[in-house]
């Protein structure tokens, strides 16, 4: 993956990314599953030098389950975040829906497993953090 654009869904937030992500994973935090609405979220992180990022945004932030601040970087029109960053942790995480269907890398880690319902079942390359 590389050359690739994210956007919020009325396309005036983006982030280009030029590089491979350095960690794609699913995550199953309940601070993800509010975020997303859904059961996990699906994020790509990146070095900084490889991700431009383009428009107006607005920012929230919140303490991790580890510890760290994570702050969201959201459009302040449609609500959509587009990217977000771990203090701790180098790079930007983008959450892989932002980018164009079909361009997303698969996930290679699923974290916070042992928070995943049961009902969801993943593929069995995964590898599984608690």
Known sequence: MSG???ACA???LGAEV??????VAIC???ACRTRTGSAFSWNARFSRDSVSLSGEARAFSRLGDEGGTITYHF???C?????????GRDGVAIPVGAFAPGQGP???????DNRRPDWLF????????N
Not at 106 to 112: F, L, M, N, R
């Open 28 to 30: 199953h935090c309940h």
């Open 4 to 6: 690739y654009r994210a």
């Open 18 to 23: 030029t590089g491979q992500p350095l960690r």
């Open 79 to 87: 609500g959509v975040t587009v990217w977000y960053e771990t203090s």
């Open 10 to 12: 009325c396309g005036q």
């Open 122 to 129: 993943l593929a069995p390359e995964l590898e599984v953090f």
């Open 75 to 77: 459009c302040p029109d």
């Open 106 to 112: 698969k996930p290679e880690d699923s974290v916070y």
